[in-house]
Structure formats: structure tokens, C-alpha cells
């Protein structure tokens, strides 16, 4: 039977003035999932991303923050080479994935989509039944047996936490879900690939207050088994999930630390300036 390892929640951060040291629980020992070495995104003649230097570890979650146009969600989309969809798109630097650079020419990019998942700003559910939709990349990938697919599905539902408000129509059309519930089944779409890395994209920008509470609670106890990178304009929702937190800006990667150094003892004035609300 394939099954995910249900996670469980390790820390609840609240976001104050002031970011509590113990909201983070990561080692120095965690490990590199991705790791990013003078990495650079050009459209065309356009440099979007600028010699970016990273490293996102497995049991973390990075947050990346910065204005709009300062290529965090360019530099998101390049860790499962979804920039390639864009014409003129070209690469410089590594982006090393499990040792290897993502865009070495033997790398088979259906399967780093599969080891590397994403969710996007706009939940876009297919328009299938709430289990075809989980069930969706499983069946693509191997023949699995219908007790096996039936498990899976309610185990990512489950991981989701979806479960419980979808179980008895399973079989109902995705698109009536609410706006809260389809980001959470795009989550539960992504972890039936049984990914290293889950990326998104501003997840929650679309969503109200409580919709919103709910995916951060599910990003939360995701953490323990994934690196999770998540782009967001939300100050107070860095500074509640993530254990690291990155600010770019014009393209350029200003300082990467501790969510708890970045926002009580940045080092650069620019990111104390943005994160204080003064441009952006």
C-alpha cells in the first residue's frame, strides 16, 4: 500500500511585534533538499533573478517575501522548471535537486514536477469528482489497485485535512467546493505524488481569513515531512509558519536568516524598511 506519513504539528507560531526565537524548530543538521548556487533567471535580455544563493532544508519551511516583480515566484517556478513554459525563459548558475542540477539535459522534468510539487496562488481544481482529482497522478505513474488508490486518497485527504468534510461525496464535482477547500484539495493533489519539496505560490491570497487560517494550520504540520517553500506578500504569515525566511528584492536575494532574525534584528536596512511597510 502506498502511504504518506501523517504529519504531525510541531509548533503553533502566532505573529506579534516581536518573532519569538522558539518558534522555529529546526537543526543546523537538517538537510538540503534544494540548493541554489549563483542562480539566475533571464527573460530574454531581463534578468528577473540575480546570482541567488539558498539552500531550502527537508522538516523546514522557507518563506520568501519581497515586492511584487522581485522574482520570488520566478525563482519558485525554477525549482520544477516551470519557467520553461515561457518563451525566451533561460537559466544561469545550478539549482541542485537531490545532487543534481534541475536543468542539466538529462533531467526528465515529469519526474522532478512529481518529486518537487506546487501549488498555486488560484486553487484550480480539475474539473473531476473531489477523488479523481487526488487520484489523478497515481493512476498516470503506476497501476495500483483500487484498495491501495482508495487508501491513498483518503490519506491525502486526510493530510489535507479534508477528509472529514468531503468523505461522504467523494465522488462530487471538485468545482463546488469552496474557495478553502479547493486549495486544500490542490494540496492533497500535490502529496499523492509523494513529493520531497511542496512549493506555493501565495496559497493563501485568495482566500478569506478562516479559509486562510486553516491551509496555514495544514502548512504547519505538513513541515516534519517536506521542504515547503512558500512565496508570500503576508508579513504576519511569514512570520507565523516558517522557520526561515528570504527577502528579495529587484531580482536580488537582500538576506536570507532565521524568520526570528529577519523580522527582530535584520541586518540590512531595506529589508527593515519593507518589512516595516515603508515601500512595497
Known amino acids: 500500500m502506498i502511504t504518506l506519513a501523517a504529519p504531525v504539528i510541531t509548533h503553533t507560531a502566532h505573529a506579534t511585534s516581536t518573532i519569538s526565537s522558539t518558534s522555529a524548530t529546526f537543526t543546523t543538521a537538517a538537510i538540503t533538499a534544494v540548493e541554489a548556487r549563483n542562480f539566475s533567471v533571464f527573460y530574454g535580455y531581463r534578468q528577473a533573478v540575480k546570482e541567488v544563493n539558498i539552500g531550502i532544508k527537508h522538516g523546514e519551511i522557507t518563506a520568501i517575501i519581497g515586492p511584487s516583480g522581485c522574482g520570488k515566484s520566478t525563482f519558485l517556478r525554477a525549482i520544477n522548471r516551470m519557467n520553461d513554459l515561457i518563451p525566451g525563459c533561460r537559466t544561469g548558475g545550478e539549482l541542485l535537486f537531490g545532487g543534481e542540477d534541475v536543468?542539466?539535459?538529462?533531467i526528465d522534468t515529469t519526474d522532478l514536477r512529481r518529486r518537487v510539487g506546487m501549488v498555486f496562488q488560484k486553487p484550480n481544481p480539475f474539473p473531476k469528482s473531489i477523488y479523481d482529482n487526488v487520484a489523478y497522478g497515481p493512476r498516470l505513474r503506476e497501476k495500483i489497485s483500487k484498495g491501495d488508490l482508495d487508501a491513498l486518497v483518503e490519506?491525502?485527504?486526510?493530510?489535507?485535512?479534508?477528509?472529514?468534510?468531503?468523505?461522504?461525496?467523494?465522488?462530487?464535482?471538485?468545482?463546488?467546493?469552496s474557495g478553502g477547500q479547493a486549495q486544500r484539495l490542490c494540496i492533497a493533489r500535490a502529496l499523492a505524488a509523494q513529493p520531497e519539496v511542496l512549493l506555493m505560490d501565495e496559497p493563501t491570497s485568495a482566500l478569506d481569513p478562516k479559509a486562510t487560517a486553516h491551509v496555514e494550520e495544514l502548512i504547519v504540520r505538513l513541515r516534519p515531512t517536506l521542504a515547503i517553500a512558500i512565496v508570500t506578500h503576508n508579513m504576519a504569515q511569514a512570520?507565523?509558519?516558517?522557520?526561515?525566511?528570504?527577502?528579495?528584492?529587484?531580482g536580488n536575494l537582500v538576506e536570507f536568516g532565521t524568520t526570528p532574525q529577519i523580522f527582530n534584528t535584520p541586518r540590512e536596512t531595506r529589508t527593515q524598511d519593507y518589512i516595516n511597510g515603508r515601500f512595497g
Open 103 to 106: 536543468n542539466a539535459k538529462h
Open 155 to 177: 490519506n491525502c485527504l486526510r493530510n489535507a485535512d479534508l477528509w472529514e468534510e468531503t468523505k461522504d461525496r467523494l465522488h462530487a464535482n471538485a468545482l463546488s467546493l
Open 239 to 250: 512570520a507565523r509558519v516558517s522557520d526561515r525566511t528570504a527577502f528579495f528584492y529587484e
